[in-house]
T-cell receptor, first 115, second 114 residues
Framework: AQKITQTQPGMFVQEKEAVTLDCTYDTSDPSYGLFWYKQPSSGEMIFLIYQGSYDQQNATEGRYSLNFQKARKSANLVISASQLGDSAMYFC????????????FGKGTTLSVSS | NAGVTQTPKFQVLKTGQSMTLQCAQDMNHNSMYWYRQDPGMGLRLIYYSASEGTTDKGEVPNGYNVSRLNKREFSLRLESAAPSQTSVYFCASNLGPNSVYEQYFGPGTRLTVT
């Protein structure tokens, strides 16, 4: 069975600094995908970034990058140059094995950005 | 292009009442999903439909039923609501079971069962 662990309930960072949100995963599938979503206080789920298990390079999308360390089974999200609008809950998720592309989510990390 | 829409946005039910949460997508996606989000628990999969005409249970299906009405619509029914079903419900969709693409989420339905 797949599992996602996010060990940081809350993180604090100042504007313009970089921050890393931790995510470790467990899966027995040789092929899998990892996702990060952002949930602001308004409640919607916003897709940020995706990493496939066979992708050679770490994924990047603007200020977001994914530090993928396959041997350690970690997929940490790095946000560079934090902005006040980055304050939100962040969820790491893994594709749920053979069940289509349903996701298994971690419990999330709350990021607070201060000026 | 509305994406994924859900109705209603808010609902209060009494224990034992029934209701149906509606979800529709206009992106021609094959797969659709229902999740619930409880405080401190992240999102958990209730049911999913990999393609039109199929539905399967997720992690927490008890107390729920679903209908994939057509390619666009996927509804979630609570036959006899319980306080434990107080939660925020999200519908999501994506291209298909073999797709690596992200899921697109609706805005959510906040349900309270008293």
């Amino acid at each position: 069975a797949q599992k996602i662990t996010q060990t940081q309930p809350g993180m604090f960072v100042q504007e313009k600094e970089a921050v890393t949100l931790d995510c470790t995963y467990d899966t027995s599938d040789p092929s899998y995908g990892l996702f990060w979503y952002k949930q602001p206080s308004s409640g919607e789920m916003i897709f940020l970034i995706y990493q496939g298990s066979y992708d050679q390079q770490n994924a990047t999308e603007g200020r977001y990058s994914l530090n993928f360390q396959k041997a350690r089974k970690s997929a940490n999200l790095v946000i560079s140059a934090s902005q006040l609008g980055d304050s939100a809950m962040y969820f790491c998720a893994i594709k749920r094995g053979q069940a289509g592309t349903a996701l298994i989510f971690g419990k999330g990390t709350t990021l607070s950005v201060s000026s | 292009n509305a994406g994924v829409t859900q109705t209603p946005k808010f609902q209060v039910l009494k224990t034992g009442q029934s209701m149906t949460l509606q979800c529709a997508q206009d992106m021609n996606h094959n797969s659709m999903y229902w999740y619930r989000q409880d405080p401190g628990m992240g999102l958990r999969l209730i049911y999913y439909s990999a393609s039109e005409g199929t539905t399967d249970k997720g992690e927490v299906p008890n107390g729920y039923n679903v209908s994939r009405l057509n390619k666009r619509e996927f509804s979630l029914r609570l036959e006899s609501a319980a306080p434990s079903q107080t939660s925020v419900y999200f519908c999501a969709s994506n291209l298909g079971p073999n797709s690596v693409y992200e899921q697109y989420f609706g805005p959510g339905t906040r349900l309270t069962v008293t």
